[in-house]
C-alpha cells in the first residue's frame, strides 16, 4: 500500500466533520455533514503571496539536504524508506514547492521512487501539492497511478501539517476524487514514543485514514524539532515504520 511522508501503512474512514485548516483557506464544512465526513465542494483558496521558501514546521521541519532513514515492517516484508529533501523547487497553482523525493524498498528491492511537492504558509501550515510517483518491479517503471497534482483534473492541494495542531483537528492531506483522499485527525500532543533515533515525550500522535479504503488505520508520531518519528497500523493491516537515522549534508 502506498505511502506519504512516509506512504500510508493502512488508513481509516471514519464519519468525522471537517473543520476548517488555519492560514490561507477559505473553505467551512458543515456541522452535519454527510456520512462520508465530506462537505462539497472542497476548493481551499490558494494565493501564492501567503506562502514562504522555507519549510521550519517543527514537526515537518525539511531543510534542504537531509535525509530521513525509517526501518521496519509492513505484513511480513521487510521495510526501508529513504525521504531526502532535495534542493529543487516546482511551480504547483502558483506556489514554489520543495521536491522531496521518498524511495521505498520491500525486502531489499526498490518498489516505489516518488517526488512529493510541499509548502509552508506564513502561519506555518504545511501544505501537500502532489506528487509524481513510480511504482517499479525488477527495476522497470510498472506504474504511475499514484501521480496527481493540485489544480489538474479538479485535484486540490491539503494540509500535511497544521501550525498550531490540537487534539479534536481534523482536516484532508490531499484531495484527488476518487484517487487520492487522504485525511487526518489530531489525537495527542502527550505521546511518549520509542525509536532507534531516540526517545521522544510530548509528541504529536495523528490518526490517518481515507475513505477509499475503508476499514485501515494508521497512526503517525512526530517529534518537535525532529519530524516524523513512528508510523504504525493499527486496523487492518500489519506494519510499523521507525526513524533509524537523520543525515544533513
Do not use: H
Request: glycine share 10%; with cysteine.
Amino acid at each position: 500500500m502506498k505511502r506519504k511522508l512516509v506512504r500510508n501503512i493502512v488508513v481509516l474512514f471514519l464519519g468525522v466533520v471537517l473543520v476548517m485548516v488555519s492560514g490561507c483557506t477559505d473553505t467551512s464544512y458543515s456541522e452535519d455533514a454527510s456520512e462520508e465526513g465530506l462537505e462539497d465542494p472542497y476548493n481551499p483558496e490558494i494565493d501564492p503571496a501567503n506562502f514562504v521558501e522555507e519549510i521550519d514546521n517543527p514537526y515537518l521541519p525539511f531543510e534542504p539536504g537531509t535525509t530521513f532513514v525509517y526501518e521496519g515492517e509492513s505484513d511480513g516484508e521487510t521495510i526501508d524508506v529513504e525521504i531526502y529533501v532535495t534542493n529543487q523547487t516546482k511551480e504547483v497553482m502558483g506556489v514554489t514547492t520543495t521536491v522531496i523525493r521518498e524511495r521505498e524498498w520491500e525486502d531489499g528491492e526498490l518498489v516505489e521512487d516518488t517526488f512529493d511537492w510541499f509548502a509552508q504558509d506564513k502561519d506555518g501550515n504545511v501544505w501537500y501539492f502532489g506528487e509524481d510517483s513510480k511504482e517499479i518491479e525488477d527495476g522497470e517503471v510498472v506504474s504511475t497511478a499514484g501521480s496527481w497534482e493540485a489544480g489538474v483534473d479538479g485535484a486540490q492541494p491539503g494540509i500535511i501539517m497544521k501550525a498550531d495542531p490540537q487534539p479534536g483537528d481534523v482536516y484532508r492531506q490531499e484531495y484527488y476524487e476518487g484517487e487520492a483522499e487522504d485525511m487526518a485527525e489530531v489525537l495527542s500532543l502527550e505521546a511518549s514514543v520509542t525509536v532507534p533515533y531516540g526517545s521522544f515525550e510530548n509528541s504529536l500522535q495523528t490518526r490517518e485514514w481515507t475513505p477509499l479504503e475503508p476499514g485501515v488505520e494508521e497512526n503517525k508520531y512526530y517529534a518537535s524539532g525532529v519530524g516524523l518519528l513512528l508510523e504504525e497500523a493499527v486496523e487492518g493491516g500489519d506494519g510499523r515504520l521507525e526513524l533509524v537515522e537523520i543525515t544533513t549534508e
